[in-house]
């Protein structure tokens, strides 16, 4: 089946910094979702990316399905995204990575 | 107003007590599903529905069952709640015609 890796598992910033969060799916899937659960516990839909780049204001993602991975940018990071990123590959359902742990400290 | 609802947000619960959790949206989409996130993990998928006559079981269904009782609700019931259920549960829609799929504030429960 269909497994989804996420990279680095935790990331520490200071307010303001860059950063690029990984995903690597194990096998083609039909579509690739981002989304950030909050501290919180709610999840937010950033972005449904089966191929190519989108940009959502400071947060931006590219899906090489080819390659078999995507990537989450994160710009001018704000303690506000601090939380956890998760990955989901779909195909009739979704199957998600065990995320990425940001903290963003002022 | 949500557009995917999930009562109640949070449950205290025994052993041995059954349980419902319940999930209604208003996106008008056909296909519904429960999942399951415990400490540190990600979501695993319990049940889905792709319409009211359709259900499936996901990855993790013991112990669980679901009634889809109209297009816009999906209940997930825990028949005799064990500790190791304790898990934030989440529902989540998507249409057919696009699978991204949409998630609602989730329910927090906890079976002492």
């Known amino acids: 089946g269909i497994q989804v890796e996420q990279s680095p598992p935790d990331l520490i910033l200071q307010e303001g910094a860059n950063s690029t969060l990984r995903c690597n799916f194990s096998d083609s899937v039909n579509n690739l979702q981002w989304f950030h659960q909050n501290p919180w516990g709610q999840l937010i839909n950033l972005f449904y990316i089966p191929s190519g780049t989108k940009q959502n204001g400071r947060l931006s993602a590219t899906t090489v399905a080819t390659e078999r991975y995507s990537l989450l940018y994160i710009s001018s990071s704000q303690t506000t995204d601090s939380g956890v990123y998760f990955c989901a590959g779909v195909t009739d359902k979704l199957i998600f990575g065990t995320g990425t742990r940001l903290q963003v400290f002022p | 107003d949500a557009d995917v609802t999930q009562t109640p947000r949070n449950r205290i619960t025994k052993t041995g007590k059954r349980i419902m959790l319940e999930c209604s949206q208003t996106k008008g989409h056909d296909r519904m599903y429960w999942y399951r996130q415990d400490p540190g993990l990600g979501l695993r998928l319990i049940y889905y529905?792709?319409?009211?006559?359709?259900?499936n079981k996901g990855e993790i269904s013991d112990g669980y069952s679901v009634s889809r009782q109209a297009q816009a609700k999906f209940s997930l019931s825990l028949e005799s709640a064990i500790p190791n259920q304790t898990a934030l549960y989440f529902c989540?829609?998507?249409?057919?015609?696009?699978?991204?799929?949409?998630f609602g504030p989730g329910t927090r429960l906890t079976v002492l």
């Open positions: 529905s792709f319409d009211v006559k359709d259900i």
């Open positions: 989540a829609t998507s249409d057919f015609k696009m699978d991204e799929q949409f």
